[in-house]
């Protein structure tokens, strides 16, 4: 493989791995935000139900147990909304493990043939298909997926591949 190919392969690789740190690290700050959030709102709701449970009990009795009860259970909704959010953060660190863990084969075993691949410019118009063979045609047709009978002339394969643009 040409060193500008390896340079090329080397720099995509580089900023992909940026990239995916970049990512990583907004989901990790992102996830301790949320995580600050919600201990913050379980704080505050505990804070608030008993400043209002004492509010209520200056005149009316109120069963503290079943409040306490629906408190609990509204923080281990939290708490399991917080773990699934977690696990959701661990995925996405295996994930980016296994992409950093990804390489990219950059040489040619030594028993293969080094095959130089030549792209093939998008021809659009009939004036540019007629400058080329009717055998780069029929390479162009099968690129496109279109089925090319054995026997046909240029004007004919020309129009073919038009029609089927």
Do not use: C, F, H, W
Request: hydrophobic letters at 40%; a negative charge.
């Amino acid at each position: 493989m040409s060193k500008k190919r390896q340079s090329v392969v080397k720099n995509i690789l580089a900023k992909s791995e940026e990239r995916v740190t970049e990512v990583r690290e907004q989901l990790v700050k992102s996830a301790e935000d949320l995580k600050d959030r919600v201990n913050n709102a379980v704080e505050s709701g505990k804070n608030k139900g008993q400043d209002l449970i004492d509010k209520i009990n200056i005149g009316k009795a109120v069963d503290l147990d079943t409040l306490r009860s629906r408190l609990e259970g509204l923080e281990q909704d939290l708490e399991t909304l917080v773990s699934d959010l977690q696990e959701r953060i661990g995925d996405l660190s295996q994930r980016v493990a296994d992409l950093r863990g990804a390489r990219v084969v950059t040489e040619v075993p030594a028993n293969e043939p080094v095959i130089a691949e030549t792209p093939v410019p998008a021809i659009e118009t009939a004036a540019d298909l007629a400058e080329n063979t009717v055998a780069v045609l029929r390479t162009i047709a099968a690129d496109r997926n279109i089925d090319v009978p054995r026997r046909i002339r240029k004007a004919e394969l020309i129009n073919l591949i038009l029609a089927n643009n």
